[in-house]
T-cell receptor
C-alpha cells in the first residue's frame, strides 16, 4: 500500500522569501517520489524525482527536495520564491515497481509581491 | 519531442451525448495512463495500458466509460452516455518504466450540461 499526505493545503509566501511545501509518504516497498507542478488551467509538469539515488534531489526552476527515510518525508524547498512559482504542487509516490502513482491532495502556493 | 498530446482541450456537451477524448503518447513510451481530476476527489487513475494492452481498469467509474489503445501512438477514452457528474479535467500520461517518470498531457476540460 502507498499513500501521500501533503500537510498544507495552502501556503502563502512573499516574493524573495523561502518556500517549504511539506509531504509525508507511506510505502510498502522502496518508493519513488515525485513533485509535480500545475499552473492554472495547465497540465502537470514534473519538477523533480527521487528514485533511490542521491537523497537530495535538484529539480527545475531552483526547487529541490530531500528524501528522509527516517521521517518518511519528501519536502519541497526553494530558497527564494518568484511570482511565477504561484501554482498547485502535488507530491506523488510510487511503490517499488508498481506502476500506480498515488497523488497527494495538492498544496496551493500563493506568492505575494 | 512534442510531449503527450491530448485533444480536444475543451469539450462542452449535453447530457446523454457521447464524448471521445484522444491521446497521443510520447513515441517510445510503452505505458499509458488516463487520469481524472476533480475538486472533490483530486487526481484518480482511471485505466492503465502497457504495450497497448489494458492492465488495470479498476478505476473506470462505470460501464459508461471505455478506453482503447489500438496502437502504440493513440488512445481514446469514451463516455457514453455522458452525465453532468462526469465534468472534470481528464489527463493522459505516458511513461517508459525505465525512465521512472511520467509525462502528462495538457488535459481535456470536459463540461457536461
Amino acid at each position: 500500500a502507498q499513500s501521500v499526505t501533503q500537510l498544507d493545503s495552502h501556503v502563502s509566501v512573499s516574493e524573495g522569501t523561502p518556500v517549504l511545501l511539506r509531504c509525508n509518504y507511506s510505502s510498502s516497498y522502496s518508493p519513488s517520489l515525485f513533485w509535480y507542478v500545475q499552473h492554472p488551467n495547465k497540465g502537470l509538469q514534473l519538477l523533480l524525482k527521487y528514485t533511490s539515488a542521491a537523497t537530495l534531489v535538484k529539480g527545475i526552476n531552483g526547487f529541490e527536495a530531500e528524501f528522509k527515510k527516517s521521517e518518511t518525508s519528501f519536502h519541497l524547498t526553494k530558497p527564494s520564491a518568484h511570482m511565477s512559482d504561484a501554482a498547485e504542487y502535488f507530491c506523488v509516490v510510487r511503490s517499488g515497481s508498481n506502476y500506480k502513482l498515488t497523488f497527494g491532495k495538492g498544496t496551493l502556493l500563493t506568492v505575494n509581491p | 519531442d512534442a510531449g503527450v498530446i491530448q485533444s480536444p482541450r475543451h469539450e462542452v456537451t449535453e447530457m446523454g451525448q457521447e464524448v471521445t477524448l484522444r491521446c497521443k503518447p510520447i513515441s517510445g513510451h510503452n505505458s499509458l495512463f488516463w487520469y481524472r481530476q476533480t475538486m472533490m476527489r483530486g487526481l484518480e487513475l482511471l485505466i492503465y495500458f502497457n504495450n497497448n494492452v489494458p492492465i488495470d481498469d479498476s478505476g473506470m467509474p462505470e460501464d459508461r466509460f471505455s478506453a482503447k489503445m489500438p496502437n502504440a501512438s493513440f488512445s481514446t477514452l469514451k463516455i457514453q452516455p455522458s452525465e453532468p457528474r462526469d465534468s472534470a479535467v481528464y489527463f493522459c500520461a505516458s511513461s517508459s518504466l525505465q525512465v521512472y517518470s511520467y509525462t502528462f498531457g495538457s488535459g481535456t476540460r470536459l463540461t457536461v450540461v
